[in-house]
């Protein structure tokens, strides 16, 4: 009998075997696919071009801005600017109308405006066998060569720093797909801040990349995706080949994410987390990151520290330091599976 794979992300050792199998032709290639590399860039000239493509799987609500900004966030974290957004929509045979595809056109359209990027084409269709919309996103953006920034620059003597706190992602996708099981835990006050957590605090994490490079030097940048923060955290060791140690005490989680996240019996560190920005910096730049974020109203925390040693990912407990264990896929799918 044929091992199945489960709902999410692929699983990292089968991934890691495909992608040493793609072929690279283009020596103007910097950064091709690798596990924790998340943007393709290549170089032209003095310029780099940098690429990125992203789906829409989990949520339903609101796709076209999600689509627009888990793109844009990738981008940001190698120091680039978003600039052009290719899309591809594919809505379900019989269950969509005109006016299904305009509104998430208009989603797409105000979230590109947003950010000052240009929609420069894509694919759209009506599709067999899909239960909901699917979009994939192709985002490129460019820097200039001397102020690329990629997973691989993070060094031992770095501190490990986290925006905002986690999952803000995860908490407004169960808020807004799964609004009567929670009617049940969650005050009507609390359902309207989870719900509202896609745009405030935001999934978008562009304006505090650009906020933490201008404070200071940034050596990795990475975006907490599908695997929450603990998957962001053994990618960014893979792509760096360090060890990181982070303390789990320092992570901030909001009380209502903690709240719809114990109700689902789920753990936040491996939810689904864009909104939250980790990066890297040496000690001495840290601080004044971090200074500088709060000043301009974004949360900042130092979270750990990458050390000399294989890449892995250890924390900080009452125990002792022990291995933080690697999200075997994200826990939101067990809850979309029912």
């Given at each position: 009998?044929?091992?199945?794979?489960?709902?999410?992300?692929l699983?990292?050792?089968?991934?890691?075997?495909?992608?040493k199998?793609?072929?690279?032709?283009d020596?103007?290639?910097?950064?091709?696919?690798?596990?924790?590399?998340?943007?393709a860039?290549?170089?032209?000239?003095?310029?780099?071009?940098v690429?990125?493509?992203d789906?829409i799987?989990?949520?339903?609500?609101?796709?076209?801005?999600y689509a627009?900004?888990?793109?844009?966030?990738?981008?940001?974290?190698s120091?680039?600017?978003?600039?052009?957004?290719?899309?591809?929509?594919?809505?379900p045979?019989?269950?969509?109308?005109?006016?299904?595809?305009?509104?998430?056109?208009?989603q797409?359209?105000?979230?590109?405006?947003?950010?000052?990027?240009?929609v420069?084409?894509g694919h759209?269709?009506?599709?067999y066998?899909?239960?909901?919309?699917?979009?994939?996103?192709?985002?490129?953006?460019e820097?200039?060569?001397?102020?690329?920034?990629?997973?691989?620059?993070?060094s031992?003597g770095?501190?490990?720093?986290?925006?905002?706190?986690i999952?803000i992602?995860?908490?407004?996708?169960?808020?807004?797909?799964?609004?009567?099981?929670?009617?049940?835990r969650c005050?009507r006050?609390e359902?309207q801040?989870?719900h509202?957590y896609?745009?405030?605090?935001g999934?978008?994490?562009v304006?505090?990349?650009?906020?933490?490079?201008?404070a200071?030097?940034?050596?990795?940048?990475h975006?907490?995706?599908?695997?929450?923060?603990?998957?962001a955290?053994?990618?960014?060791?893979?792509?760096?080949?360090?060890r990181?140690?982070?303390?789990?005490?320092?992570?901030y989680?909001?009380?209502?994410?903690?709240?719809i996240?114990?109700?689902f019996?789920?753990?936040?560190?491996?939810?689904?987390?864009?909104?939250?920005?980790?990066?890297?910096a040496?000690?001495?730049?840290?601080?004044r990151?971090?200074?500088?974020?709060?000043?301009?109203?974004?949360?900042?925390?130092?979270?750990?520290?990458?050390?000399?040693?294989?890449p892995?990912?250890?924390?900080?407990?009452a125990d002792?330091?022990?291995?933080?264990?690697?999200?075997?896929?994200?826990?939101?799918?067990?809850?979309?599976?029912?």
């Amino acid at each position: 009998m044929m091992n199945m794979l489960p709902l999410g992300k692929l699983p990292p050792e089968l991934l890691a075997r495909l992608l040493k199998e793609a072929p690279v032709y283009d020596q103007r290639m910097m950064v091709g696919p690798g596990i924790g590399l998340d943007c393709a860039v290549v170089a032209l000239g003095e310029t780099c071009l940098v690429f990125k493509s992203d789906p829409i799987t989990f949520a339903t609500d609101e796709i076209g801005w999600y689509a627009v900004q888990v793109n844009a966030n990738d981008i940001a974290t190698s120091g680039a600017t978003p600039r052009w957004f290719l899309v591809t929509v594919l809505l379900p045979e019989g269950k969509v109308t005109s006016e299904d595809a305009e509104k998430i056109s208009q989603q797409i359209y105000e979230a590109c405006a947003s950010l000052e990027i240009s929609v420069i084409g894509g694919h759209t269709e009506i599709t067999y066998g899909l239960e909901r919309p699917i979009i994939a996103g192709t985002m490129i953006g460019e820097v200039p060569l001397q102020d690329l920034i990629t997973p691989k620059g993070a060094s031992p003597g770095d501190q490990i720093l986290l925006t905002k706190g986690i999952p803000i992602e995860g908490t407004a996708i169960l808020a807004r797909e799964f609004v009567q099981q929670l009617e049940e835990r969650c005050t009507r006050e609390e359902l309207q801040q989870a719900h509202a957590y896609l745009y405030d605090p935001g999934i978008s994490v562009v304006r505090e990349a650009r906020l933490a490079i201008r404070a200071g030097k940034v050596s990795a940048m990475h975006d907490p995706t599908e695997g929450g923060l603990a998957g962001a955290l053994w990618e960014l060791a893979e792509a760096c080949g360090h060890r990181l140690v982070i303390d789990p005490a320092a992570v901030y989680i909001p009380a209502i994410a903690r709240k719809i996240c114990g109700h689902f019996g789920i753990n936040p560190l491996e939810t689904i987390a864009s909104g939250a920005l980790l990066l890297t910096a040496p000690a001495e730049e840290a601080a004044r990151i971090c200074d500088s974020l709060k000043g301009e109203g974004v949360n900042c925390s130092v979270i750990g520290l990458v050390e000399s040693g294989s890449p892995q990912v250890l924390q900080s407990t009452a125990d002792g330091t022990i291995l933080l264990p690697r999200p075997a896929r994200d826990e939101i799918a067990r809850i979309f599976e029912g």
